[in-house]
């Protein structure tokens, strides 16, 4: 009789895991497609940018988010497969992928956060110096395009004010016919509309598209981290359900 209810209670606890357990994947499955929604957007909002960084840190933090959303959502199926046909090798591969993924966000954040405390500094560096020496320069089409999609979306004009531009390459060539600061600088933007730096006509902003950009990529990163870390604690979850429904399924006979 004890045998029989044993048995009992074992049956009841195992549907209670499975149940728990689809629920999660499902819960899983919307996160990886939140994970990877991030980010790409974080690659095609404002991607532009990425040309006037100096390291490659951020891009790689975006695309290893895709990746952990795409093994997640994966992931997410062989979950299901696993509970439907209760199997221990389908719930330990299934383990072994959720704590795969989990790892691969734990880079991401790591990376996220490294990137995060060195941010003003690499920009501080960086930025003023490509700015000035790369506008407007043979084969340097992408940073121009991108410095004038940054002056214009922030309304900022040189990296730490108007200027900075003084200093560059492109005003103090024949090239700038004369213009003061580049035509993006305008606040109406229009051919030769450069040759005026006055604060009527350019944008006149304290701290410069420096902090404009430093707050945008802060912002950005910190988005990465929270999505990183809540996909994370559902998946500590999951493992712990996934081990809980290993050991209370039978070995299989074969």
Known sequence: MGSVYKDEQDDWKTVCLKYLLFVFNFLFWMGGGVVMA????????????LSLLASSTFAVSAYILILAGALVMVTGFLGCCAVIREQR???????????????IELVAGVLAYVYYQRLSEELKQHLSKTMTENYAQPGKEG?????????????CCGSNNSFDWKHSVYIGSSE?????VPDSCCKTMTP????????SNIYKVEGGCITKLERFLADHLLIIGA??????CL????????CCLHRQIK???Y
């Open 38 to 49: 991030v980010g790409i957007w974080t690659l095609i909002d404002k991607g532009e940018y």
């Open 192 to 199: 030769q509309c450069g040759f005026r730096d006055h604060p």
């Open 251 to 253: 070995l299989d006979p």
């Open 176 to 180: 700038a016919e004369g213009r003061l």
């Open 227 to 232: 999505v990183g870390i809540g996909v994370a």
């Open 143 to 155: 940073i121009t395009q991108a410095v004038d999609q940054l002056q214009q979306d922030f309304k």
């Open 89 to 103: 090798s389908l719930l330990s591969m299934y383990f072994s992928c959720l704590l795969l993924i989990f790892l």
């Open 235 to 242: 998946q500590i979850c999951g493992m712990v359900f996934t």
